[in-house]
């Protein structure tokens, strides 16, 4: 028998792209992916990122290995972007570049696996992004659910998030989205924020921050990195993965960085040993291109700031898309509250609809997205978004 005869079957990846490839009418719309469009729908490379990257290309720089954290000088700026220049967490930071958001994850499940003092145990929201449970389990730790969502307000369960943060055993370690939920769209106000910092510091429990959209939410880098900064001034020494997927649409460049707030200098060192063991055996060292390219825009003053506007450009047209999308569907007539599409925030929208309406979009209006009613507002245009509302407006009324 071959010696791979028993390997299972498994399920497949869940993938709206192919049966929207596959479906023949011209005006079909998908809103199942995780990336910006512009609004002609097409894939979006910043100008600042195709400036940077001819820049990288002309200087001629050699391929050598960077160091097993990456490059220095873009870890330097990553880092004060998340955390602010003025931060007390930078000269006790220890950070190392990732392969983007989900890299810095996996380091980091892989630290709390080995050296988490607490239960192996991490609290994510219910729901979260699907491949967060995924990628604790394969690091070793166990995964528990807190609420999050409330479906019938289509909002934050405030109420039944703080209950969970104080039943869970103190010195719990529990993750947060910084901004942006995903898939919600849902996030904490910065009221609500301080209450839940205050909650988490009752128990002494750990935060583990994933930014994967800083500035992609709100348009403002400061803002979206409130809650990550929050907790670090009020004294949490916080563990952050971020992406700059999203924000710099470096998607498949794979760049991100994995950090933990340390006590002090001297436990920064012991830190930032034990990262460095992690990471050696996973892949030795990251890839150079995306980091030249994001050290470049956050190193060069007038790239940094053409690049602050393009971050808004984005943000801005989802948050106008939002309101396109719900202005069209009062126009229409329907009676439903669509307020919750305008407050949500970041590159998804949870419609409310159910998983039979969503089936329903996609076989009688060719609008494709997950059966769980979220919808990637990056996938709406101006030239859509009529017969998007038109489609909701059918299946739901
Ligand atoms: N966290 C969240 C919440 C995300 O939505 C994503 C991307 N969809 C990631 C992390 C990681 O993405 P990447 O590995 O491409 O940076």
């Known amino acids: 028998a071959s010696t791979w005869a028993n390997v299972p079957q498994g399920p497949p990846d869940v993938c709206i792209t192919e049966a929207f490839k596959a479906d023949k ?38 391929k050598e290995y960077a160091g097993i954290t990456g490059v220095p000088e873009f870890t330097k700026a990553a880092a004060i972007l998340a955390y602010g220049a003025d931060s007390s967490a930078l000269d006790r930071l220890a950070i190392t570049q990732s392969i983007s958001g989900t890299g810095a994850l996996r380091i980091g499940g892989a630290f709390l696996a080995r050296f988490f003092p607490g239960a192996k145990t991490i609290y994510i929201p219910q729901p979260s992004w699907a491949n967060h449970a995924a990628v604790f389990k394969d690091a070793g730790l166990t995964v528990e659910k807190y609420a999050y969502y409330n479906k019938d307000t289509i909002g934050l369960d405030f109420e039944g998030m703080l209950a969970d943060i104080n039943a ?7 993750l947060f989205h ?10 904490p106000t910065p009221d609500q924020w301080r209450q839940i910092e205050a909650a988490v510091k009752a128990k002494g429990h750990f935060s583990f921050f994933d930014m994967a959209y800083q500035g992609f939410a709100s348009g403002d880098i400061h803002q979206d990195a409130f809650a990550v900064r929050h907790f670090v001034a009020q004294g949490h020494n916080v563990a952050l993965a971020q992406s700059f997927a999203k924000n710099m649409g470096l998607y498949g460049e794979r760049i991100g960085a994995f950090s933990l707030v340390c006590a ?6 012991r830190v930032d040993s034990q990262v460095k063991i992690i990471v050696r055996p996973l892949y030795s060292n990251p890839p150079i291109h995306g980091a030249r390219i994001a050290s470049l825009i956050l190193n060069t003053p007038a790239l940094y700031e053409e690049w602050l506007l393009e971050v808004k450009e984005m943000a801005d047209r989802i948050i106008t898309m939002r309101a396109a999308l719900k202005a069209n569907l009062e126009k229409l007539g329907s009676k439903h509250d669509w307020s ?14 159910t998983p039979e309406q969503m089936d329903q979009l996609a076989k009688e209006h060719s609008v494709y997205a997950t059966r769980d009613g979220r919808i990637s507002v990056a996938g709406i245009t101006s030239e859509n978004v009529g017969r998007l509302a038109e489609a909701i407006f059918k299946v739901k009324g």
């Open 25 to 62: 009418f011209p005006q079909k719309i998908n809103l199942g992916v995780g990336a910006y469009r512009d609004d002609q729908g097409k894939p979006y490379v910043l100008p600042s990122v195709l400036k940077a990257e001819s820049a990288v290309i002309a200087a001629l720089m050699n």
């Open 264 to 269: 002090d200098k001297a436990e920064q060192k």
């Open 168 to 174: 869970a055993p103190n010195g719990s370690a529990f």
């Open 178 to 187: 910084a901004c942006a939920h995903n898939p919600t769209g849902v996030d």
């Open 340 to 353: 919750h599409i305008t407050s949500q925030i970041g590159m998804f929208a949870y419609t409310g609809l």
